[in-house]
């Protein structure tokens, strides 16, 4: 995706550092989700998923605000209850 711009929240910085997580994943899993999902309570929360072939095909879930411009990402994770699944 052009132009595709997000914001990280300290959250969301905090974990991607403690998880060493790469930011390349993160957006590829944003601007290319295998899956997308509602939050459950949350209406303005999505969840964005996708394996990562480098990291053995876990799934790396990426909770972000779609109704902020810039998106605003929450937290990013990998979903032990996915892997597999995608």
Known sequence: ????????????????????IPLEWVERVLTNPTLTEAHKSDSELSHANGAIAENGDRVLRVVY?????????????????????L
């Open 1 to 20: 995706m052009e132009n595709f711009s997000y914001e990280l929240t300290v959250h969301a910085q905090e974990q991607i550092a403690k998880r060493e």
């Open 65 to 85: 605000n779609h109704t902020t411009t810039p998106w605003r990402v929450v937290t990013v994770h990998f979903d032990r209850k996915m892997k597999g699944k």
